[in-house]
């Protein structure tokens, strides 16, 4: 079975495809998507961290999460490499809108277990989310280096997706889980229905 095939099956479960206007945009702007790529890697390493150290009592978190704090780590580096090579520079961190808003939808309370899955989830999504951006990057902009570099990373947030949604599964019961995965993923389309179409955004 070939990769995209598998990624079908396992993750391109969003509910709403990216607007195709949005990579068309993004092409023209890549300066600024390098900038927002940067920093959303450096928010995704922070976030694994975050969950590592808030559910210190769970092992598989730290087992699971501190290769992808890694691999996320080593993102940063390399979107900062093409910023380099190109005489871009670095800039400030941007709003981040759709995490904002996929914050908001995280419920409170509960056990510990369900607190982490909540947080799993959404994790989850942003990974999905990027993987569909990074696919239509790498088949769509001229750069050829670019093209590749966002063809690997496409490989590897569909990986931490799947690492998110079984760690989910494997903490919490999953029935609960796959049921609160398609409350978050209807959500998620409705945030992506109505949030404006930005080409210097990643998200």
């Not at 927002?36 to 694994?48: G, L, R, T, V």
Request: hydrophobic fraction near 40%; aromatic fraction near 10%.
């Amino acid at each position: 079975m070939s990769w995209e095939e598998s990624t079908k099956q396992k993750m391109l479960h969003l509910q709403l495809p990216t607007d195709p206007r949005w990579v068309d945009i993004a092409a023209m702007n890549i300066e600024d998507i390098l900038v927002d790529h940067a920093y959303c890697e450096q928010k995704a390493a922070s976030s694994c961290i975050s969950l590592i150290v808030n559910f210190f009592d769970f092992k598989e978190v730290t087992e699971v999460l501190t290769p992808v704090v890694a691999e996320e780590w080593g993102h940063f580096e390399r979107v900062i490499e093409h910023l380099n090579k190109r005489n871009y520079t670095l800039g400030k961190p941007r709003k981040d809108e759709y995490v904002i808003k996929l914050l908001d939808f995280i419920k409170k309370g509960g056990s510990r277990e369900q607190q982490l899955t909540e947080h799993l989830l959404m994790n989850a999504l942003i990974e999905a989310r990027s993987c569909e951006r990074f696919k239509l990057l790498s088949q769509q902009i001229n750069d050829v280096e670019l093209k590749k570099f966002y063809y690997e990373l496409m490989i590897s947030e569909a990986g931490h997706y799947v690492n998110f949604i079984e760690l989910a599964r494997k903490i919490y019961d999953k029935e609960k889980v796959n049921a609160r995965w398609q409350e978050w993923l209807a959500f998620e389309s409705e945030i992506i229905k109505n949030l404006e179409i930005r080409g210097d955004r990643m998200h």
